[in-house]
């Protein structure tokens, strides 16, 4: 991977952002998801590299489309491992609501953890606690370390616990403490990478999501030198999730052993889930979001708001872009 491959990187996700975003508010969203996956295939076959999608949008008989083991790009060039997740918060975008966005994680190839499609507990928090907090702890232990490392009192923490059945007592917990709770209907992965910047208000994830959208945002969080751990959730009286109604957990470390995952209780670091030895981050904002804001069309432009985190150069960078429709004749710098 080279630094040129970070510019491209970043118009993959426009792309994909601009596709979903025209149809937010319209409860579509299996079609928002779909735009967002064509619009980034398209856009990732013109760079020239050897791409292959390690996280995307199931298996192949399960995804036309960005699915896992799909070789995407030229053909020729460097090899490089992609997490995608086209359109993170398919609800959000379908209702138009805050925090939707198409994110990707890129690598060396062999780089990124080939999450099975399970559930994750995982632990986000700032630079500051990197190390120092732990998902072996308690919440009341990490709350506490947190409230040290930040140089905040505990009830100056916001914690970010996505609103689920399955969370009722660790929202119980964190709010003993006098921590505040804030439940997410959705989109744990912006959530995550919040953690990493101070001045978005949120402290802290904590809770089960996706397992692969967890590499995503380890990914992130590796670049960034926050604190991630996630831990794959095989129990289905844990994950509290209809969708594993007729799974056992018997069943479920069976199915992780056949993809060759046989400590099943194993805590991986940001590092070891993105552990290639150069990661990059990329994400549009579809709605407004606490990192950037969402795809704005405009009569002579469309204006989009992303954000790339990169070990090649060590940086975050912001962007907003402007896309200029043809005959443009007014367009505002902002
Ligand atoms: C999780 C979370 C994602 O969807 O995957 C969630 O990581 C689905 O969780 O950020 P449930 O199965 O418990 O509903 C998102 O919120 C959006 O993709």
């Known amino acids: 991977m080279d630094r040129t491959l970070i510019q491209e990187i970043l118009e993959v996700v426009e792309q994909a952002a601009i596709a979903s975003a025209?149809?937010?508010?319209?409860?579509?969203?299996?079609?928002?998801?779909?735009?967002?996956?064509?619009?980034?295939?398209?856009?990732?076959?013109?760079?020239?590299?050897?791409g292959r999608i390690v996280i995307g949008e199931g298996e192949r008989d399960e995804a036309p489309m960005l699915y896992i083991g799909e070789e995407v790009g030229s053909g020729s060039g460097p090899g490089v491992d992609f997490a995608v997740d086209p359109c993170e918060g398919t609800n959000?975008?379908?209702?138009?609501?805050?925090?939707?966005?198409?994110?990707?994680?890129?690598?060396?190839?062999?780089?990124?953890?080939?999450?099975?499609?399970?559930?994750?507990?995982?632990?986000?928090?700032?630079?500051?606690?990197?190390?120092?907090?732990?998902?072996?702890?308690?919440?009341?232990?990490?709350?506490?370390?947190?409230?040290?490392?930040?140089?905040?009192?505990?009830?100056?923490?916001?914690?970010?616990?996505?609103?689920?059945?399955?969370?009722?007592?660790?929202?119980?917990?964190?709010?003993?403490?006098?921590?505040?709770?804030?439940?997410?209907?959705?989109?744990?992965?912006?959530?995550?990478?919040?953690?990493?910047?101070?001045?978005?208000?949120?402290?802290?994830?904590?809770?089960?999501?996706?397992?692969?959208?967890?590499?995503?945002?380890?990914?992130?969080?590796?670049?960034?030198?926050?604190?991630?751990?996630?831990?794959?959730?095989?129990?289905?009286?844990i994950a509290q999730t209809s969708e594993w109604a007729d799974y056992t957990k018997e069943g479920n470390i069976a199915r992780l052993n056949e993809m060759g995952i046989n400590n099943v209780d194993k805590i991986y670091e940001a590092e070891e889930l993105a552990s290639g030895e150069n990661v990059v981050f990329a994400g549009s904002g579809i709605t407004d979001g606490l990192l950037f804001n969402g795809v704005k069309f405009e009569s002579d432009c469309t204006r989009t708001s992303s954000l790339v985190i990169s070990t090649l150069d060590g940086t975050a960078r912001f962007t907003n872009t402007i896309h200029i429709k043809d005959g443009a004749k007014s367009i505002a710098l902002s």
């Open 92 to 237: 959000l975008c379908a209702n138009n609501q805050r925090g939707s966005m198409a994110v990707l994680a890129a690598s060396d190839r062999g780089g990124l953890f080939n999450a099975p499609d399970f559930y994750m507990k995982k632990l986000a928090a700032p630079p500051a606690a990197k190390g120092k907090v732990d998902i072996r702890k308690t919440a009341t232990e990490n709350i506490r370390i947190l409230s040290q490392c930040l140089g905040l009192a505990i009830n100056e923490l916001t914690i970010v616990v996505m609103d689920r059945a399955r969370h009722k007592d660790l929202i119980a917990e964190i709010r003993s403490t006098g921590a505040r709770v804030q439940p997410i209907s959705d989109g744990d992965v912006q959530a995550a990478i919040a953690c990493g910047f101070a001045g978005t208000g949120t402290h802290c994830l904590m809770g089960i999501g996706a397992a692969p959208e967890g590499v995503i945002s380890a990914a992130a969080m590796r670049a960034l030198g926050g604190h991630f751990q996630g831990q794959l959730v095989y129990d289905p009286a």
């Open 22 to 50: 025209e149809l937010t508010g319209l409860g579509q969203k299996d079609e928002a998801d779909a735009a967002a996956v064509e619009a980034m295939r398209k856009r990732m076959g013109q760079i020239e590299m050897q």
